[in-house]
């Protein structure tokens, strides 16, 4: 009996299977699209994994019902290989030792979600539980977004009693003032070494964008200087009804509509924001000295034009040794990995992993890097 019906219909199918493959090709592509005028493609590539699952589905329809048709999805995967491996490695295992090897730089990347400071008093265990992990894996650089703190005695996160506990002996905080967060606590990024620091920066585009400001520092770190970059892109400021209604739409059509419309206004200015925000990165990448690594909260996925331009000539951790989808947000949807380690063709990237403990929004991601013999 269903033979009949899909072939019955078997012009139709085709006809959406191609629309799928050409808007999964695009999805592919929007690195290529400069973000003031291809949003649309950047906001495409946001449904790449599920448009590359849709594939899936009708070529394994076709297998059965008409086989030459499976060339469609075939070839449209083929052609965006290298950005189905971007957003999903193919590896049996990634295996991660919690002792790390001698010779090896730890590296953590986490977007800290202000160390729960909103519910401190109702549910103080969470940062400790967080302060517990960091020290558990003892990454010599961390990076965190999403940071507050300060330096007043007052300050339930108090950044010296934070490094303290963390074992840390230097930091280097910056944030932008206009978006304190109170009195005694600032909104920002900050770097801890168990390196020492020769030289730090702090990176102003002058906009009132939100994260309108990145960081750097040069650390020696076992005979070798690198430069970390510590950066946190445009985020979609989505409200709470925005991500309700994401998750669960309303059966009102001019309810619906007016939601929607809401949202992609949103995607589309985040998306041109991180499109400025990450040609700035790039071009302080581009003057560095000494090997980069970039570490940081993207609010974007993989081949978007902002990964793939901070990106550029650089490895991903992730990619080298992560898989399957690797997410790093906890909501909205199982495909997000937004949240990235870049480093310098010179280092060798040991080991990767994606801790999957949610004590803020966002997992923590670690990587082991080490200088290539060759460079030595």
């Known amino acids: 009996m269903p033979k009949p019906f899909f072939r019955r219909f078997t012009k139709v199918f085709i006809f959406f299977n191609v629309v799928v493959a050409v808007l999964f090709l695009l999805g592919g592509?929007?690195?290529y699209f400069d973000p003031s005028n291809g949003w649309f493609v950047g906001i495409l590539n946001l449904a790449f994994p599920y448009l590359l699952f849709i594939l899936a589905i009708f070529f394994i329809g076709w297998i059965f019902i008409k086989p030459t048709a499976a060339i469609i999805s075939v070839i449209a995967v083929l052609v965006a290989w290298g950005q189905v491996q971007q957003i999903m490695p193919f590896r049996i295992s990634a295996d991660f030792k919690i002792k790390k090897d001698s010779g090896t730089i730890r590296i953590m990347s986490w977007n800290v979600e202000q160390f729960n400071i909103l519910f401190h008093k109702t549910h103080p265990e969470v940062k400790e539980k967080m302060l517990q992990l960091i020290n558990e894996f003892q990454p010599d650089i961390a990076c965190f977004q999403e940071m507050v703190g300060g330096e007043n005695p007052k300050a339930i996160n108090n950044i010296y009693a934070i490094q303290k506990t963390m074992h840390f002996p230097d930091f280097f905080y910056c944030y932008n003032v206009r978006e304190d967060f109170d009195n005694h606590h600032h909104f920002g990024i900050i770097i801890f070494s168990k390196f020492p620091f020769i030289n730090k920066e702090i990176v102003n585009n002058n906009s009132n964008y939100y994260?309108?400001?990145?960081?750097f520092a040069d650390i020696v770190a076992n005979k070798d200087t690198l430069r970390i970059?510590?950066?946190?892109?445009?985020?979609m400021k989505f409200t709470e009804k925005n991500l309700a209604f994401i998750d669960n739409p309303t059966n009102s059509s001019d309810s619906n509509l007016e939601k929607s419309k809401n949202i992609i206004s949103k995607l589309k200015s985040a998306y041109i924001k991180r499109g400025l925000q990450a040609d700035r990165v790039r071009a302080e990448i581009n003057k560095s000295i000494y090997p980069p690594i970039v570490c940081g909260d993207f609010n974007d996925v993989p081949n978007s034009y902002a990964y793939a331009?901070?990106?550029?000539?650089?490895?991903?951790?992730?990619?080298?040794?992560?898989?399957?989808f690797g997410r790093?947000?906890?909501?909205?949807?199982?495909?997000l990995r937004i949240d990235n380690i870049f480093a310098d063709k010179r280092f060798e990237i040991e080991q990767f992993t994606r801790i999957k403990q949610k004590l803020s929004d966002h997992f923590p991601i670690l990587t082991d890097i080490k200088m290539k013999k060759s460079f030595q």
């Open 328 to 335: 790093t947000f906890s909501g909205i949807s199982p495909t």
């Open 29 to 31: 592509c929007a690195k």
């Open 309 to 324: 331009t901070i990106g550029k000539g650089l490895q991903n951790a992730f990619v080298e040794k992560g898989r399957w």
């Open 229 to 235: 970059f510590n950066i946190h892109l445009q985020s």
């Open 211 to 215: 994260n309108s400001i990145f960081q």
